[in-house]
């Protein structure tokens, strides 16, 4: 299967294409999956012909259409303490994905963070990030993302 360059995919040929390996898939399940996911990974097009990641993840050569936009003065990234010793020496990158990914508040950071562990919540100055002439965007489900977070811009407290 094959996205379009704004990373959408026909559903029909993703439900095809599902059955056609032995895994059932219809319409409605997917629907359900879609507005069941906590944190709103998928998005539907406007005339539902269509599905994609909010976010693109780790899939390059998309293009989101994301806009800059105003961000909070700080921004939260969820994380472990094994990861700490990279991010201080290199601040946070976006390695596999498109964008790193900052929440808007404590408790989702957290919940972030919690997937591999014990989580480590950084304070981002985002605000000062946004003067030096970085950029953040605002995904579809909530999720600030932004190319790279400096170490210079990071609270470790």
């Known amino acids: ?42 998005a ?22 994301l806009e800059a936009v105003a961000r909070p003065s700080v921004l939260y990234h969820g994380t472990v303490a094994a990861f700490l010793d990279s991010i201080r020496a290199h601040g946070l990158l976006k390695r596999s994905r498109n964008h790193v990914h900052l929440s808007v508040d404590v408790e ?15 304070t981002i100055r985002s605000e000062a990030m946004h003067e030096s002439g970085h950029t953040f965007y605002l995904s579809a489900n909530g999720v600030w993302l932004t190319d790279a977070v400096p170490v210079s811009f990071i609270d470790f407290s």
Do not use: Y
């Open 1 to 42: 299967m094959k996205l379009d360059v704004e990373g959408w995919l026909p559903i029909d040929e993703l439900i095809e294409n599902a059955n056609r390996q032995g895994k059932q898939l219809s319409l409605e399940l997917l629907h359900k999956v879609v507005a069941s996911c906590e944190k709103k990974r998928f």
């Open 44 to 65: 539907l097009s406007e005339d539902g012909l269509k599905i994609r990641a909010n976010q693109g993840h780790s899939i390059h050569d998309v293009e989101l259409n």
């Open 108 to 122: 989702t950071a957290k919940k972030v963070g919690a997937r591999r562990g014990k989580p480590v919540i950084l």
